[in-house]
Antibody, heavy 121, light 108 residues
Framework: EVQLVESGGGLVQPGRSLRLSCAAS????????MHWVRQAAGKGLEWVSS????????AYADSVKGRFTISRDNAKNSLYLQMNSLRAEDTALYYC??????????????WGQGTLVTVSS | EIVLTQSPGTLSLSPGERATLSCRAS???????LAWYQQKPGQAPRLLIY???SRATGIPDRFSGSGSGTDFTLIISRLEPEDFAVYYC?????????FGQGTKVEIK
């Protein structure tokens, strides 16, 4: 069974940093691209970032470019999102999602339950 | 950036009725790289349809997708109680991947 478990969320002050993690199991992690998607309370879905199976192809939403860094450790079956210079508008539930293929198709076939990030002073 | 506009915002229907959801793109989505997701309250989204019309694994055949270019449709042929939820379309033709704002299917 595919499992994606996010962690690392919490309350952080504006301008500070936070690192999210996603632990993957139940599939061959290094065969698939991975994504981060966020959802503010009561709002829709916003794609944040993606990384191909071998980290060769990485993409970011304009809203986070230059502030967030996606990475993965295939030996640890883990995905990460380093978030710097956090803003109030980054407050959201952050989902880790598995792509349908390794090359970053963008089809999000499995999702974790999310980790909540709150940016507030 | 491709902007996706979903309509209607809310669809009020009864179990057993047919639901028709629309997703319109601001520019052509080539190769029909359009997906649909279902999200229930307190749950993560679930992939329903990709490639505009291909059902994901385990998705009942009452869900069907169609369309190409800039106009796409998700049809739920006969609503079951568990189908009342919010539905999002998403394009993966270009970066950034973008989602529509969602259509809520509620019980009438």
């Amino acid at each position: 069974e595919v499992q994606l478990v996010e962690s690392g969320g919490g309350l952080v002050q504006p301008g500070r940093s936070l690192r999210l993690s996603c632990a993957a199991s139940g599939f061959t992690f290094d065969h698939y691209a991975m994504h981060w998607v966020r959802q503010a309370a009561g709002k829709g879905l916003e794609w944040v970032s993606s990384i191909s199976w071998n980290s060769a192809t990485i993409a970011y939403a304009d809203s986070v470019k230059g502030r967030f860094t996606i990475s993965r450790d295939n030996a640890k079956n883990s995905l990460y999102l380093q978030m710097n210079s956090l803003r109030a508008e980054d407050t959201a539930l952050y989902y880790c999602a598995k792509d349908i293929e390794g090359g970053n198709s963008g089809v999000l076939v499995y999702w974790g339950q999310g980790t909540l990030v709150t940016v507030s002073s | 950036e491709i902007v996706l506009t979903q309509s209607p915002g809310t669809l009020s229907l009864s179990p057993g009725e047919r639901a028709t959801l629309s997703c319109r793109a601001s520019q052509s989505v080539s190769r029909s790289y359009l997906a649909w997701y279902q999200q229930k309250p307190g749950q993560a989204p679930r992939l329903l349809i990709y490639g505009a019309s291909s059902r994901a694994t385990g998705i009942p055949d009452r869900f069907s997708g169609s369309g190409s270019g800039t106009d796409f449709t998700l049809i739920i042929s006969r609503l079951e109680p568990e189908d009342f939820a919010v539905y999002y379309c998403q394009q993966y033709d270009s970066s950034p991947r973008t989602f529509g704002q969602g259509t809520k299917v509620e019980i009438k």
